[in-house]
Nanobody, 120 residues
């Protein structure tokens, strides 16, 4: 009933920038928090940044000052602007959203992930 589709990943050199997008679609009644997580090979999935419906943000210490999360409420889309990328930012990035549909109460939904690779 709900899909989260990420885009914008790719290969970039250290110091470069990428902008990830995640669009939610389906029988959406409302969206609460949206966020980004990442998972490097052999590691657990970690929080990168979150943005509540009220506009509050939370960032992992490792990305503070370099990444910015934003949201287009009308488009049900969340963005992650990533600047000054480092090789250690290499991971699969997943979009996450707390969504209430017309049929179901609020639950978390995940996107399929988009690969970000930063070369040194």
């Amino acid at each position: 009933q709900v899909q989260l589709v990420e885009s914008g990943g790719g290969l970039v050199q250290a110091g470069g920038s990428l902008r990830l997008s995640c669009a939610a679609s389906g029988r959406i009644f409302s969206i609460n928090a949206m966020g980004w997580y990442r998972q490097a090979p052999g590691k657990q999935r970690d929080l990168v940044a979150t943005l509540t419906s009220g506009g509050s943000t939370n960032y992992a210490d490792s990305v503070k000052g370099r990444f910015t999360i934003s949201r287009d409420i009308a488009k049900n889309t969340v963005y992650l602007q990533m600047n000054s990328l480092k090789p250690e930012d290499t991971a699969v990035y997943y979009c996450n959203a707390d969504i209430r549909t017309w049929d179901l109460p609020v639950r978390k939904y995940w996107g399929q992930g988009t690969q970000v690779t930063v070369s040194s």
